[in-house]
T-cell receptor, first 113, second 114 residues
Framework: DQQVKQNSPSLSVQEGRISILNCDYTNSMFDYFLWYKKYPAEGPTFLISISSIKDKNEDGRFTVFLNKSAKHLSLHIVPSQPGDSAVYFCAASFTGANSKLTFGKGITLSVRP | DTEVTQTPKHLVMGMTNKKSLKCEQHMGHRAMYWYKQKAKKPPELMFVYSYEKLSINESVPSRFSPECPNSSLLNLHLHALQPEDSALYLC?????????????FGSGTRLTVV
């Protein structure tokens, strides 16, 4: 049972345009969501997070939106750059004694020059 | 120091070998994790240590043996592995086990079992 779902395996966008990466979750206990970026043969790098008490968090070119009622979050990258080409993982956790990070399958973003 | 350092970066071992993966962080994080990642798959949690005590073991086979000698170090001892254990092994740390502050990952050890 996959609790964090990234249903699109890949996305290709033109440099300078917006990239929108989507993520859905099923576990209503999740109250903290994170996006990680991963290059081949490297560990995931933290990008941005959002707590369930917010519906938007912005950091430079990256904005994460959370729709709790729909159990949906999205990562917006504006403007997209070729260096953004990587695999992006959505992850979720809950604040509790047995908390652990649950990852989606990832989406491969390709930004065309 | 805001990094998680993993050594070695690459490891090739035979099925009868014994080897260890090492992970180190000096951020004062009290929770440390081992993840396993196969190609085109998300990282899978193996073990969680909180305050140097094992708190989660995700039903990992006994041929993987974690050890947390102190708050900065995390080891993963490997013995009698199978070729299907070949993967990228990631270490991570966080300020607390609740995960509220996110996780910092190391670059991983690329393990090949022959």
């Amino acid at each position: 049972d996959q609790q964090v779902k990234q249903n699109s395996p890949s996305l290709s966008v033109q440099e300078g345009r917006i990239s929108i990466l989507n993520c859905d979750y099923t576990n209503s206990m999740f109250d903290y969501f994170l996006w990680y970026k991963k290059y081949p043969a490297e560990g995931p790098t933290f990008l941005i997070s959002i707590s369930s008490i917010k519906d938007k968090n912005e950091d430079g070119r990256f904005t994460v939106f959370l729709n709790k009622s729909a159990k949906h979050l999205s990562l917006h990258i504006v403007p997209s750059q070729p260096g953004d080409s990587a695999v992006y993982f959505c992850a979720a956790s809950f604040t509790g004694a047995n908390s652990k990070l649950t990852f989606g399958k990832g989406i491969t973003l390709s930004v065309r020059p | 120091d805001t990094e998680v350092t993993q050594t070695p970066k690459h490891l090739v071992m035979g099925m009868t070998n014994k080897k260890s993966l090492k992970c180190e962080q000096h951020m004062g994080h009290r929770a440390m994790y081992w993840y396993k990642q196969k190609a085109k798959k998300p990282p899978e949690l193996m073990f969680v240590y909180s305050y140097e005590k094992l708190s989660i073991n995700e039903s990992v086979p006994s041929r993987f043996s974690p050890e947390c000698p102190n708050s900065s170090l995390l080891n993963l001892h490997l013995h009698a592995l199978q070729p299907e254990d070949s993967a990228l092994y990631l270490c991570a740390s966080s300020q607390s086990r609740t995960g509220v502050y996110g996780y910092t990952f190391g670059s991983g050890t690329r393990l090949t079992v022959v």
